[in-house]
Each structure stands twice: as structure tokens, then as C-alpha cells.
């Protein structure tokens, strides 16, 4: 007889709550327990052996899994677009929800999702970190430049965001409030503390030796550079998740969504369910990968002919997944087939 009890986890900022059944759907125990990592250990200690745990992948997730994973049997994050008869419920309530998911769970049918590992997820949050800074630098960029068009001020635009260049222009504005030479003082500050630290976290990123020699093999791809490495790498985390190519580009965002129904099938744009960080990487580093791969370039120049820029470029960024996902999984460096041919380096 099977007595493995099922607990579904609705998980909140300052609260669990729970719901344990049997295999049979028989409500063992529900209530609440503080989400703080010393009360769910109590808690998770004092349950009946052996049990199985389910929960909706949320914010607060992460560390709730990290800390009842090593005390389950089987600890499983739900993905939460597939989740929908807790979102389309009439009734909604947080007991509710932890028995949905408590069923789910004891009918194997719980969608569940890929959780990374706490080192990978720990790398990933520092280079998302580092997006958002270099986000922000360019917000400062613009602003910079706003700034100097509102005034009528005429300045070089390619050499306008170097040190020097621009204290030489901060002497030289005529006839432009005090209050504007504030903010360009104020922007450009912001921005060299925004560059300073982005550098830092890729340097930080640099000294994990495991991360760095996975780096190095996806770097060996012409038109692959660090960060659409580092990117990949941190993103997928294992490649073995991907049984084929056409998942992966799915997952990066590269494919249309599909409607089929009866004999009708119908396309619909780029899908929004995908990883956009990784999606926007892949986007513009298929801008520039051409200049470097002769083989990603003759990609590019095919798709032209039968449709626009865009169409191009997102050929050319599905066939970068292929080769990457081809690297990382032998762990060996890229080696073009007989035929091709790439030309330069890959940039940094």
C-alpha cells in the first residue's frame, strides 16, 4: 500500500501554506508555517515518511525549495503558465491552491520546470545584475545626449561618452543653464559608476573555473563572444535538458507559437513564452555574428532573398542555438564541418 503522503506548497513572501493528502486524496493536515528557513526545517522534520512535495515557481520559491529539498522524498517546482486551474479558479484561496497542487502532484501531472542548481542560479542573478547595469548606462548615454540637443549645444557623437572628450566639452558649452551642466555632471557620474561596476561583476564571473572552461569551449564558436556565452551557459544551465534543437531555439524565444485544431493549423508571431534574456542576447549577437562567421553570413544572405532584415537575423540567431547547443554538449571546442568555412575571430 502506498504511503507516500503528497504536499502541495502555495508559497507567499511571509508564509507557506500547505496541504498533505494521501495517495487516495484523503486530507492528512493543513495549516500555515512562517516562510523562515529555521520554522520550515521544523516543520519539514516533523513530517510523516516519506513525502513529496510540489510548489508554484514564484520569486520566493528558490530558497524555499533549497532548504526542503535535501528533507523530501521528491521536491518539484510547478511552472506557473501551465498552472491554470489554480489561475482560472472560481474559488481562489491560498488552502485551495496548496490542495490543487497537493493533487497534481499524487496524479503525477504536476507541470513541472527545470530548477537549476543553487551555484548555477547564484551566477545567473550576478550577470542579470550586470544586464541591468549596462541597461542603466545607456539610459544615461540618452540622457546625456538629450540634455546637449535640448540646449542646441553641437557635440561629436561618437567620441561624446569618452572622459576626456567630454571634459573638454563641459568647458567649452556656452549659453547653457547652470542647471543643465548639473545634470551632465550628475549623468556622467552615473554612468562611469554603472560601467565600473558591470566590468567588476564580468571580472567576478571570470573566476569560476568550471563556469570559465564551459565559456571558453562556447567562445570557440566565430561570432560567439564572452557575454552571449556567459548568457547561454548560465541560462541553460545543462544542455541535456534540450532533447533536441528545435526546443532549445523554442525555450530562446525563436520560434512562432502554433494553433492546431482539427485539420487547421495557424502561426502566430515570435511566442512570449520564452527566456528573454536569452532572447535578447541571441538577437543582437546574430546582428553581428555574420562579420565573423562566413557560414552564419551565407545564413544571413539566403534569408534575404526570401524575406526582410528581421527574418534574417532570427535565422541567423536560431543557428547559433545549434551551435552552441552542439558545443556544450560534447564539451568539445567548435570545429567547422568539411565545406564551410568562417572567416576573423570572434569579438569580445
Avoid at 546625456?144 to 568647458?171: D, P, V, W
Avoid at 548639473?182 to 563556469?211: G, I, N
Wanted: hydrophobic share 40%.
Amino acid at each position: 500500500m502506498n504511503r507516500t503522503h503528497y504536499i502541495g506548497l502555495d508559497v507567499h513572501k511571509k508564509s507557506v501554506s500547505y496541504c498533505i493528502k494521501l495517495a487516495d486524496g484523503t486530507v492528512v493536515a493543513e495549516g500555515k508555517v512562517a516562510a523562515r528557513r529555521e520554522d520550515l526545517r521544523q516543520w519539514a522534520k516533523q513530517l510523516p515518511q516519506p513525502w513529496e512535495g510540489a510548489m508554484e515557481a514564484t520569486l520566493f520559491s528558490g530558497w524555499i525549495y533549497d532548504v526542503l529539498k535535501p528533507l523530501a522524498a521528491k521536491l518539484e517546482m510547478g511552472h506557473p503558465r501551465m498552472l491554470k486551474a489554480i489561475t482560472a479558479a472560481k474559488k481562489k484561496s491560498d488552502g485551495i491552491d496548496a490542495g490543487k497542487l497537493s493533487d497534481l502532484q499524487r496524479a503525477n501531472l504536476l507541470p513541472s520546470c527545470y530548477v537549476a542548481t543553487p551555484q548555477i542560479r547564484e551566477l545567473r542573478r550576478m550577470l542579470r545584475y550586470r544586464n541591468l547595469v549596462v541597461w542603466q548606462a545607456v539610459r544615461m548615454k540618452n540622457r546625456i545626449s538629450g540634455l546637449l540637443m535640448e540646449t542646441g549645444m553641437e557635440y561629436n557623437q561618437q567620441r561624446l561618452h569618452g572622459k576626456g572628450y567630454f571634459a573638454e566639452l563641459m568647458k567649452n558649452l556656452v549659453e547653457v543653464p547652470e542647471s543643465v551642466r548639473q545634470l551632465l555632471r550628475l549623468s556622467r557620474a552615473a554612468l562611469e559608476m554603472f560601467e565600473v561596476t558591470q566590468l567588476r561583476l564580468l571580472k567576478q564571473l571570470r573566476t569560476d573555473a568550471q563556469l570559465a572552461k564551459r565559456v571558453q569551449r562556447l567562445t570557440s564558436i566565430p561570432g560567439v563572444g564572452e557575454v552571449t556565452a556567459l548568457t547561454w551557459a548560465l541560462e541553460i544551465a545543462d544542455p541535456s535538458r534540450f532533447p533536441s534543437i528545435h526546443q532549445a531555439q523554442s525555450y530562446c524565444g525563436l520560434t512562432a507559437a502554433l494553433n492546431s485544431s482539427a485539420d487547421k493549423q495557424k502561426r502566430g508571431p515570435i511566442s512570449k513564452q520564452r527566456n528573454p534574456h536569452l532572447q535578447t542576447v541571441l538577437i543582437e549577437a546574430a546582428k553581428l555574428a555574420p562579420r565573423w562567421n562566413s557560414a552564419l553570413a551565407a545564413v544571413h544572405e539566403r534569408e534575404l532573398t526570401h524575406g526582410h532584415r528581421n527574418r534574417a537575423t532570427l535565422e541567423v540567431a536560431r543557428k547559433l542555438v545549434a551551435y552552441l547547443l552542439a558545443v556544450d554538449r560534447s564539451q568539445q571546442p567548435f570545429q567547422m564541418r568539411a565545406g564551410a568555412t568562417t572567416a576573423g575571430a570572434a569579438p569580445t
